[in-house]
């Protein structure tokens, strides 16, 4: 699964639960929560101060090697 800005939070937890380290790893530790399934990928970075890019091309080369 290739993990856009526009991914839900809640796309990722039903197919992609491997890659829930590395939204906790930069504070994300509500995966589950209401507001948090209903968010994208860029929107969660957003609340959380971290750039979408960056994080994005760290956690999609990470779900590469798994």
């Known amino acids: 699964m290739e ?3 526009e991914t839900l ?3 990722i937890v039903a197919n992609c639960p491997e890659a829930m ?3 906790q790893a930069i504070g994300m530790h509500c ?3 209401a507001l948090a399934s ?3 990928v860029e929107q ?3 609340v959380h101060g971290v750039d979408p890019d ?3 091309d760290g956690l ?3 779900l590469l090697t798994l």
């Open 9 to 11: 939070i809640s796309e």
């Open 3 to 5: 993990i856009t800005r």
């Open 60 to 62: 999609n080369a990470y």
């Open 54 to 56: 960056e994080f994005l």
């Open 38 to 40: 209903g968010e994208s």
């Open 21 to 23: 380290p590395a939204f």
């Open 31 to 33: 995966m589950g929560c």
């Open 44 to 46: 969660a970075c957003a």
